[in-house]
């Protein structure tokens, strides 16, 4: 019997309206479910709406419509304090910049038990600081950093302090918004090599969004991938990875860099044409295609793409 999945989100939809005549749709009945332990990746270029999923689910925006469940606890419509209180400790988030989501004019000890404090989860003055030093070492940093302010340290130490901040909560789901994007390549990877180190500890979950598919390619149990606020896409990594089928992902897949030179001379990158595609995302419906990889379609563009040779990645 599958366990249930930690969280599930159904036919959410976020739009933003702009004015009386105008209306902006950055998510449109996109589902997915993230089972607990695992990492997913969600990824797109830039405005394809993989941030704002992100903080529709944790309630920066309220969904326009869909459901949202985490953990049993309905997220969907007027929260509750018992499941807004559970939403707030349970699920955390981890942010793009990690300087602008920093206080400035606050020491890191402060910063990271900014939840502590708001849902009072600590016993006294001793139990708050002995929470914050412990996450200080589980993410690399020294106790002496406690007592510093945020612009005394390098970005990937602000980034584990944005992390130390989200598990010092203790949450079962973490959100990673473009969490390493803004850092050096070679601070990335200690980066996401920590979170890979804290999840084997923990059993912990992510929603790892992000554009570069090499690290989500690392990092991710499963992938969704969206194109103008639509999950075109989704499966296990090795499936995507092996076998893309939408003509999008085929293009995303086919700009990743390739290592050896060899290869790279022997590969392009397949460019996608939104308007001369002729695709119409109202139009498909989610299909199946084998194991956990499902694609968006209509039957007469799933039987092509299923026909289709096997574009190489």
Do not use: C
């Amino acid at each position: 019997m599958h366990e249930e999945p930690i969280l599930r989100v159904e036919s959410l939809r976020q739009h933003f309206r702009i004015n009386r005549s105008f209306t902006v749709k950055a998510v449109e009945d996109v589902s997915f479910e993230i089972r607990r332990g695992e990492t997913y990746g969600l990824v797109g270029e830039s405005g394809s709406g993989k941030s704002t999923i992100g903080r529709s689910i944790i309630r920066l925006y309220k969904p326009t419509g869909g459901r949202v469940v985490f953990d049993g606890v309905e997220l969907s419509g007027r929260l509750d304090a018992k499941a807004s209180r559970h939403l707030r400790t349970r699920m955390q988030m981890i942010f793009q910049d990690p300087m602008a989501s920093l206080n400035p004019r606050k020491k890191v000890i402060d910063i990271i038990a900014e939840g502590l404090d708001n849902h009072h989860l600590y016993t006294s003055a001793r139990d708050r600081e002995e929470k914050v030093l412990a996450i200080l070492d589980k993410v690399g940093l020294s106790r002496e950093h406690a007592k510093r302010y945020p612009h005394q340290f390098s970005g990937g130490q602000r980034q584990r302090i944005g992390i130390a901040r989200a598990l010092v909560m203790n949450p079962s789901l973490i959100i990673a918004d473009e969490a390493i994007s803004a850092l050096d390549v070679s601070i990335q990877s200690q980066i996401v090599n920590l979170m890979k180190d804290i999840q084997k500890e923990t059993r912990i979950t992510y929603l790892f969004i992000a554009h570069d598919l090499s690290m989500v390619r690392y990092i991710s149990d499963r992938i969704g991938v969206l194109h103008r606020g639509h999950l075109v896409e989704m499966g296990r990594t090795q499936e995507i990875f092996s076998r893309p089928l939408h003509p999008y992902t085929i293009s995303l897949l086919s700009a990743i860099p390739k290592p050896d030179p060899r290869a790279a001379r022997l590969s392009s990158s397949v460019p996608y044409d939104d308007a001369a595609s002729g695709i119409d995302y109202a139009k498909g419906h989610v299909r199946h295609v084998a194991g956990d990889h499902y694609v968006l379609a209509t039957e007469a563009e799933f039987a092509k793409w299923m026909a289709a040779p096997a574009a190489r990645t």
